[in-house]
């Protein structure tokens, strides 16, 4: 048994070397840039403190503060690593699917293209969904929220954390049109499986929702709302790719029967 699977535990190693090695090479990349992309990060949160009239993080009082001796070093290598993931997602993906491929038909190989370039396109669009929709409404409302009773000395540490588990939220989030869309090239699911399942799906969405962003409604909101839109379009991309037939139709519509039948006897 060991002879038959040690082949793909060296392909794996393989792709996990390849893989790690590109998100290393771009930490060193993105640690020379952190200065600008921490700029970039702290922006809305520079904004949502103007906003409430306080004062600028880079003013000489500024409201940013960090607790530890080498609090500004921990801050740059994790805003480096978070930039070489978004960085070396392409070559992530491309890996997940040289490893995956060898399993799959010639037709199911022609996917490859979407899968990575619709994978990395669907995440950048859930960060900056994030960056430019979500963050400026959240940390407006976060920071507004009694700032007439406390001054707000946000700890960059908390912040950056704070706002990666964001970004990387929505950015995930933002891939269900595209594993919807593999799926059904695969054959695993069809339209009429994904419209009966939509409302279990609205629970799992806002579940999702609680558990990726901050505790606070809003910013829940604002992740379920596009979630359920971009549900409704994994629909309309899995009927053009495997839309369901008439036999599963007649199963499914079965299978509805039996279940009200269930229902009627249980409430009987």
């Not at 409430?52 to 921990?74: E, L, P, R």
């Not at 279990?200 to 379920?224: C, E, G, K, S």
Request: aromatic share 14%; proline share 5%; hydrophobic share 55%.
């Amino acid at each position: 048994m060991f002879d038959e699977i040690k082949p793909h535990l060296i392909e794996l190693r393989k792709r996990l070397a390849i893989s790690v090695g590109s998100l290393i090479v771009m930490f060193f990349v993105m640690f020379y840039f952190h200065e600008p992309i921490l700029a970039w990060i702290v922006a809305p949160l520079n904004a949502a403190l103007l906003e409430v009239g306080k004062v600028s993080v880079h003013a000489a009082d500024g409201m940013v503060t960090t607790n530890q001796v080498g609090g500004a070093f921990f801050v740059a290598l994790k805003v480096s690593f978070f930039a070489a993931i978004v960085g070396a997602l392409p070559i992530i993906l491309a890996q997940i699917w040289a490893f995956v491929a060898p399993a799959l038909y010639a037709n199911e190989k022609k996917m490859v293209l979407p899968f990575i370039f619709g994978g990395t396109t669907m995440f950048a669009v859930g960060v900056l969904f994030a960056y430019y929709v979500v963050t400026p409404f959240g940390f407006d409302f976060l920071i507004a929220f009694g700032s007439f009773k406390f001054t707000p000395l946000i700890n960059i540490e908390d912040y950056v954390g704070f706002f990666t588990k964001i970004m990387f939220g929505f950015g995930i989030a933002f891939e269900l049109p595209v594993f919807a869309y593999t799926l059904a090239l695969l054959g695993m699911i069809n339209d009429r499986q994904m419209i009966d399942f939509f409302r279990y799906a609205i629970v799992i969405i806002f579940i999702v929702a609680a558990l990726l962003t901050p505790p606070d409604v809003l910013t829940q909101l604002l992740m379920a709302l596009p979630l359920i839109i971009l549900y409704g379009v994994s629909i309309l991309i899995v009927r053009a790719v495997n839309p369901a037939t008439e036999e599963d139709n007649a199963l499914d519509d079965d299978d509805d029967e039996e279940d009200d039948q269930n229902t009627k006897k249980l409430e009987n």
